[in-house]
Antibody
Framework: QITLTESGPKLLKPTQTLTLTCTFSGFSLSTSGVGVGWIRQPPGKALEWLAFIYWDDDKRYSPSLKSRLSITKDTSKNQVVLTMTNMDPVDTATYYC????????WGQGTLVIVSS | QSALTQPASVSGSPGQSIAISCTGTSSDVGGYNYVSWYQQHPGKAPKLIIYDVSKRPSGISNRFSGSKSGNTASLTISGLQTEDEADYYC???????????FGTGTKVTVL
């Protein structure tokens, strides 16, 4: 059974950097073909894909946020880390991580509020 | 990369069938057979219900079906049930640079 859990700060001030950790079980990120993605959802709004990392360290980013995002993996800890720089109130959202390019399954999500 | 276009809301009575459209471009929906659909109940994480345009994951009811024509994909829910009331999002592969794009989301109401 594959499970994913997001963790990180719940409140940030504008201009700060967000660091989120996705801790997973049920698969290994050293297995060929495997990957983990990040998706966010502002309150009451639609889903937005952010980033994806493959087992071979191939990384993909949303073109509109590419300059602010970084995704890394720690295979030994079964973790994927997303960092987003220069946070703004419009970045307030629930941030999810999900397994594979099918995004299945998802973690429960973590709400990040950006406010001064 | 713009979001895929979905109707804001669709409604139907129990037992009826409804369809939700998802319109993109030849660079996403029309260019690849990698459209997926997600169901999201209030306060919950999204759940995959259709992938690769028309395939259902294990455990997903056959009342859910997917199709695609040109730049528009569709999700059909047949035999509508009260538990189908939720938000639904489509998602398409958009090439190696843009990778994935989600739809604007559709709220399904069971009357």
């Amino acid at each position: 059974q594959i499970t994913l859990t997001e963790s990180g700060p719940k409140l940030l001030k504008p201009t700060q950097t967000l660091t989120l950790t996705c801790t997973f079980s049920g698969f290994s990120l050293s297995t060929s073909g495997v990957g983990v993605g990040w998706i966010r959802q502002p309150p009451g709004k639609a889903l937005e894909w952010l980033a994806f990392i493959y087992w071979d360290d191939d990384k993909r980013y949303s073109p509109s946020l590419k300059s602010r995002l970084s995704i890394t993996k720690d295979t030994s800890k079964n973790q994927v880390v997303l960092t987003m720089t220069n946070m703004d109130p419009v970045d307030t959202a629930t941030y999810y991580c999900a397994y594979s390019v099918r995004f299945d399954p998802w973690g429960q999500g973590t709400l990040v509020i950006v406010s001064s | 990369q713009s979001a895929l276009t979905q109707p804001a809301s669709v409604s139907g009575s129990p037992g009826q069938s409804i369809a939700i459209s998802c319109t993109g471009t030849s660079s996403d929906v029309g260019g690849y057979n990698y459209v997926s659909w997600y169901q999201q109940h209030p306060g919950k994480a999204p759940k995959l219900i259709i992938y690769d345009v028309s395939k259902r994951p294990s455990g997903i009811s056959n009342r859910f079906s997917g199709s695609k024509s040109g730049n528009t994909a569709s999700l059909t829910i047949s035999g509508l049930q009260t538990e189908d009331e939720a938000d639904y999002y489509c998602c398409s592969y958009a090439g190696s640079s843009n990778f994935h794009v989600f739809g604007t989301g559709t709220k399904v109401t069971v009357l």
